[in-house]
């Protein structure tokens, strides 16, 4: 029996290449990458998400030495890229940019091909953001009560521009409408780098916008915020007051960043995802990408990962419901 063990090792040896009496297994995770990575952007270029996605993919390349490939996939507020995504190949050479419009809100609204819940490996909680209160400056508004009172005293006149149906800046227009008595009207885009396009150029005047995509506009002075939509000041610009202290207080909204690859993945291909993104958000010049963005690195594990996506379906299930929302 030895002598048999022997020889079989001994062939395996040879034609794997190796000498000696003993091969070794080499571990996936040791091996991974050996080929281009893919990460799905679920929006156009210009937005949060893109941004994200190509600050990790840049360095995720120099760290691994092989390509990192944004793919954007936009469409269907985020889901296009979400669904195929959740039939890739769990290998972990394709994952996603996951964000509120993938993997929650907008499977509340929108019914997609996928199950958020299940579908999904989830990696890591990338960055967080708050979001904006933003107007074109020609609006003749300067507090977020003036917007309030402007808007309720031209009911469906003003209209709100979102990434896309079933996104966090929808979420926050809907809000706006139910908890002032305005009715604003949702315009949706297929991302935040469109929707500012033309909240620039003024033809839509408001959007709830996230603060990495609002912030070199609101620098420039194409965009004036009236209030940042979290409990406490951004560092980015410290003047503009919260959605409290402009006296509306409860009204915060924030997107987060995560990765997330198809179900299945091996715990150390995920692992190692995991790791080397903590890795990238430890870097310095990362961290004051991430700042200049308005926005906070986390890296979390999968684990706790995993328990924030369900923790998040189910809160934003429960606003969806008191409010009435429905999918588009």
């Given at each position: 029996?030895?002598?048999?063990?022997?020889?079989?090792?001994?062939?395996?040896?040879?034609?794997?290449?190796?000498?000696?009496?003993?091969?070794?297994?080499?571990?996936?995770?040791?091996s991974f990458p050996n080929k281009p990575?893919?990460?799905?952007?679920?929006?156009?270029?210009?937005?949060?998400?893109?941004?994200?996605?190509?600050?990790?993919?840049?360095e995720l390349a120099k760290l691994w030495n092989q390509p990192v490939v944004i793919d954007s996939r936009p469409g269907a507020g985020g889901m296009i890229g979400a669904e195929m995504t959740s039939k890739a190949a769990p290998d972990g050479y394709l994952v996603q940019i996951s964000t509120p419009n993938s993997d929650t809100l907008g499977p509340l609204l929108m019914k997609p091909r996928y199950d958020t819940l299940r579908d999904f490996t989830p990696i890591t909680l990338a960055v967080q953001v708050p979001?904006?209160?933003?107007?074109?400056?020609?609006?003749p508004v300067k507090t977020m009560k003036e917007l309030v009172d402007l808007a309720k005293s031209k009911p469906g006149s003003l209209s709100f521009a979102s990434s896309g149906p079933g996104s966090i800046q929808q979420l926050g227009g809907e809000a706006f409408n139910a908890m002032t008595g305005a009715q604003a009207v949702h315009i949706p885009y297929k991302g935040s780098g469109a929707a500012i396009v033309d909240l620039v150029a003024g033809i839509v005047p408001m959007s709830f916008e996230t603060s990495g995509t609002a912030?070199?506009?609101?620098?420039?002075?194409?965009?004036?915020?009236?209030?940042?939509?979290?409990?406490?000041?951004?560092d980015m610009i410290p003047d503009v007051p919260t959605s409290a202290e402009a006296g509306f207080p409860?009204?915060?909204?924030?997107?987060?960043?995560?990765?997330?690859?198809?179900?299945?993945?091996p715990a150390d291909i995920t692992a190692k995802w995991q790791q080397s993104i903590a890795k990238v958000l430890q870097q310095p010049a990362v961290q004051e990408r991430v700042k200049q963005m308005g926005g906070k690195a986390v890296a979390n594990t999968p684990e706790q990962f995993k328990a924030f996506r369900e923790q998040e379906y189910e809160r934003v299930g429960k606003i969806v419901k008191q409010m009435g929302m429905k999918g588009e």
């Open positions: 029996m030895n002598s048999i063990r022997k020889y079989l090792t001994l062939a395996l040896g040879s034609i794997c290449g190796f000498t000696g009496a003993t091969v070794q297994a080499q571990a996936p995770s040791e990575v893919h990460i799905i952007v679920s929006f156009a270029p210009g937005g949060g998400v893109d941004q994200v996605a190509r600050i990790l993919g840049t979001n904006v209160l933003v107007v074109n400056p020609n609006l912030l070199p506009f609101i620098r420039t002075g194409k965009l004036r915020a009236l209030a940042v939509l979290a409990s406490q000041r951004s409860g009204f915060e909204f924030s997107t987060w960043y995560g990765v997330t690859g198809p179900a299945g993945m």
